[in-house]
């Protein structure tokens, strides 16, 4: 009996796939399509078990609706753009492009032994040419149809790298790079306007039933659609051309609390100050070296100054609040101006303990008796019940969505306030001052302005070099800003010298469109209708959920703006119909400590039995996140070199529920080897003995005087009730794993399986019924493990490739339970079970169960004390 080879049967199915032409999606009208995605990856130079995870439940998905007639697309492409590159380039003084290609050779050869059904005929990387071309014709539509503007902003600024850093790039209030003290400063940049889609991103995500309602939770928030008031704080005495402070506030129930005005120090107003004063221009200046996102806001500690203006309070006659400038308001949230309510904000509090401000409260919990000094803000829900004691409904016990209702009438019907809706969601800032991104295609002009570049100059592709030498990356700062020859160019419009934009975009651009570029990938145009009319939309997208606000979220935009721009169908304004996001691949943490105790991590091929090959033992630390810092990472690589592709897959994908993190553990994958092995051995055996009953039959036919009788006795042996009994569990297979992979219970539908095999393993069905059933085994597996599945059709003399056949149909007649199986417990132990027919009396299931061995072998002849029977559910024997 031949013994299962990953190495050998692997890549025998991957070329006869290949040769097939199989994945090759093709725009069929006659039959129904079907677009899987998987989240493309970046090239960081080698694969690990999240991608084996990520793309296998594509796989998974892709194959079963190929076997189900469906046209299917499933491409793979290269998100390549970003600062590792650059990073790279700089450590090692070479180049980002041969750094991210080199890569993407490495990581496809490493991908392509897994056996995923891609079609690598539409693979693309982003820093292609022939992408990011497109990408730039695309920005000049969207900028001719005003979804793109330019303007001044506050920005993260590194003034080591002299860049601009995105939030996620400022950690600690310094460059994630540089490690120096980020800056906020004010400069020119590029936009897409995502704020005036806030109310139809908002309302569309009731319409995506099928995505998790925590992603669908967390755009929501994003989002942030909120009803306040909008008013002004009138100025004692104006400064620098302002009469009164505009505000906007979400709680202007708490306006009986406020003790201060606040501004932001790049409001309007605070810079007008600092023009007149040296000392607010000094703390502005200081201010601005802080972070700009409101996380580092909200835990930087708080400072402000006095500007010395007063704000006559709008429900206090006589009152006025003083006006600070404050580090912890945002000019781009609101109105970069607040009312300091420090009894029910917490910043607001931190903020007036530091600078002994006044701490009214408006409200306290509903069952309090009496004003008690506050440790901190009492910040209850909108829909809590709280007494008022002082403000729109003093004395009354109310919520806040109540009372901020009653405000918000109050201030309107007296004239001083206007209800208002707001969203959190800013526009999309593009631009970035780096070298590896796709060229924002404008050219500026002395006499004519900003102006887009023609179409037919592009692509705007990037300088490879500086005139002959290597660019330079160890120079901080853009690269392209001081390349000549690339940056001087002739204005499109007027022909004189002029300079080309040297921002690059955000790479958030090139991922928020390249689903639609897969449906046309070598198009001279972003898409061709009538394929994006075919292929769009996705209809499973699957990727982690730290992907589930920004990316998500921008390619929606993006989706409306293709639309709008002529590039998508209407549609595909929402382009992903259904996203599943998945759970991570964790292990242990293996570690030892040196001579100064600082610790020292080793990888799992390090560890045998708790220790080092030296006889050193490990601590044991908690599964986590496979992690190149922690050593806890196993390379897929090896796995498919000792265990074969198939077993790699099974293991990720059986564990557990794909949302859930799954535990690798060498242990589970050597299981999981076996029982493919096990599979493989069945098969053979399957096969050996249906070739054997063959030659029996062919030589009886061919003896001397033989005739229809002998033949039948040479196949004679089977049992009917056992053929019966294999076809049921295979119908009830069919059907179960179907609805496991319909669901998305990849792990389910895989129990299903072990349990399929234990029954063929143990049927005496005939060896005809049990090549059938081993047959619909290695379908129903196929999509978990492909070429193990194709290696058992072959062997039990299926007809041509399994990967091109149908998928298996449950026969309802079978899926019918005509018996039920009954433990058989004696003197209250379960000593063996029985099948029963479903309507069967009481005295013929006695009268079955005193016949079985497990009971007469325990009467000895004798009878028993008491025989219990409870109808479809047990028998009981008393000896």
């Keep these: 009996m031949s013994r299962l080879t990953p190495s050998e049967i692997e890549p025998k199915w991957q070329e006869a796939w290949d040769e097939a032409g199989l994945f090759r999606a093709r725009r069929d009208p006659a039959r129904p399509k079907y677009y899987v995605l998987e989240m493309f990856p970046y090239p960081s130079g080698r694969i690990h ?73 539409r693979e693309f990387a982003t820093c292609d040419p022939e992408y990011y071309g497109q990408q730039q014709a695309m920005f000049l539509d969207f900028l001719e149809a005003g979804l793109v503007y330019r303007k001044a902003a506050t920005v993260n600024w590194d003034p080591v790298d002299m860049t601009v850093l995105a939030n996620e790039q400022v950690i600690d209030g310094k460059g994630w790079r540089s490690g120096a003290e980020v800056e906020r400063r004010e400069l020119t940049q590029w936009f897409f306007r995502i704020s005036d889609y806030s109310e139809e991103l908002l309302g569309a995500l009731d319409g995506l039933k099928d995505w998790p309602e925590k992603v669908r939770t967390m755009q929501a928030n994003w989002i942030g659609k909120s009803r306040g008031l909008q008013m002004t704080f009138d100025l004692v005495e104006g400064a620098g051309g302002y009469e009164g402070v505009e505000i906007y506030t979400t709680r ?56 010395g203006l007063l704000a006559r309070h709008p429900l206090k006659e006589g009152h006025t609040l003083p006006v600070w400038i404050a580090n912890f308001i945002l000019m781009d949230y609101g109105t970069g101006a607040i009312f300091g309510c420090p009894a029910h904000d ?23 008796q009496g004003e008690a000094a506050l440790s901190e803000a009492f910040v209850p829900l909108k829909s809590e019940p709280v007494r008022y004691i002082r403000g729109f409904a003093g004395g009354e016990v109310q919520t806040g969505e109540a009372a901020v209702d009653a405000a918000i009438a109050e201030a309107e019907a007296r004239g001083w306030g206007e209800g ?91 991922s928020s469109w390249y689903y639609a ?151 589970g994958a050597e299981a999981a ?113 492909p070429h193990l599945a194709e290696e058992l059709w072959s062997v039990l003399g299926g007809e041509g490739l399994l990967t091109g056949a149908s998928w298996p149909e449950a026969d309802p007649a079978l899926l019918t339970e005509d018996t039920v199986t009954l433990p058989i417990q004696i003197n209250g132990k379960k000593r063996g079970e029985m099948e029963v027919a479903k309507d069967a009396t009481k005295d013929a299931i006695e009268a079955q169960a005193l016949a079985h061995e497990a009971v007469t072998r325990a009467l000895d002849g004798g009878q028993p004390k008491k025989l219990i029977v409870v109808p479809g559910r047990i028998v009981n024997v008393v000896v």
């Design 346 to 368: 917490q910043r607001d509090f931190e903020f007036a303990r530091k600078y002994d401000l006044p701490i009214p409260p408006v409200f306290v919990p509903e069952d309090a």
């Design 49 to 121: 078990m999240g991608h084996v995870r990520n793309y296998t439940m594509g796989d998974v998905i892709a194959r079963y609706k190929a076997a189900q007639g469906f046209s299917v697309l499933h491409p793979m492409g290269w998100d390549a753009f970003g600062m590792p590159a650059e990073n790279a380039a700089m450590q090692s003084n070479g180049h980002p492009k041969d750094w991210t290609y080199g890569n993407i050779d490495t990581m496809r050869a490493q991908m392509k032994p897994l056996g995923l059904s891609i079609d690598w005929d």
């Design 420 to 510: 208002v809706t707001k969203f959190r969601l800013r526009d999309w800032g593009l631009s970035r001052q780096r070298y590896w991104g796709c060229p924002i295609p404008v050219v500026h002009c002395d006499a004519c302005g900003t102006v887009p570049e023609k179409k037919e100059n592009l692509p705007i592709e990037l300088p490879y070099d500086e005139g002959g030498r290597p660019i330079d990356f160890s120079i901080p700062g853009n690269p392209l800003d001081r390349h000549p020859t690339w940056r001087n160019t002739p204005c499109p419009a007027c022909g004189k010298p002029a300079r080309r934009e040297t921002d690059t975009m955000d790479t958030f651009v090139d």
């Design 252 to 307: 202007p129930d708490t306006l009986m609390g406020a003790s201060f005005v606040g501004i932001s120090p790049e409001h309007p107003l605070a810079k007008a100050l600092c023009e007149a004063d040296p000392e607010i221009a000094a703390f502005c200046a200081e201010i601005r070296k802080g972070g700009t996102t409101e996380e580092a806001l909200e835990t930087a500690e708080k400072r402000g100054l006095d500007t």
């Design 673 to 785: 080897y076996k029982h493919l092995s096990r599979l493989h051995r069945m098969a053979s055996s399957i096969a050996e003995e249906g070739q054997a009953m063959s030659r029996t039959m062919a030589e009886t036919f061919s003896s001397p005087g033989a005739d229809a009788a002998d033949a039948a006795g040479a196949g004679a042996g089977s049992d009917p009730v056992a053929d019966v009994a294999l076809l049921r569990e295979m119908n009830r297979a069919i059907r179960d794993v179907t609805e496991g992979i319909e669901g998305f219970a990849f792990n389910t539908a895989i129990a299903r399986l072990y349990g399929f095999a234990n029954a063929l393993s143990k049927s005496d069905a005939s060896v005809q019924v049990r090549r059938t059933a081993m047959q619909v085994m290695a379908q129903l597996a196929s999509p978990f493990v």
């Design 517 to 667: 570029r897969f449906t046309a990938p070598r198009a001279e145009t972003p898409t061709v209708a009538e394929d994006a009319e075919y292929w769009m939309n996705v209809d499973q997208y699957i990727g982690g959920i730290e992907h589930a606000i920004l990316h998500l979220l921008y390619s929606r935009f993006f989706a409306r703006g293709m639309h709008k721009t002529g590039h998508l169908p209407a549609k595909a304004q929402e382009p992903f119909d259904a996203l599943f996001t998945q759970g991570m691949v964790t292990h242990e943490i293996y570690l030892t400590k040196d001579a100064k105790g600082r610790p020292v991590y080793h990888l799992p091929e390090e560890v045998t039995g708790g220790a080092l090959a030296d006889g050193t033992p490990v601590e044991i630390l908690p599964s986590a996140k496979m992690s190149k810092s922690k050593k806890n990472v196993v390379d897929p690589v090896n796995i498919v070199s000792a265990f074969g592709a198939d077993t790699a897959r099974w293991f990720v994908l059986s564990d557990s529920p794909p949302e859930r993190d799954v535990e690798w553990t060498a242990s």
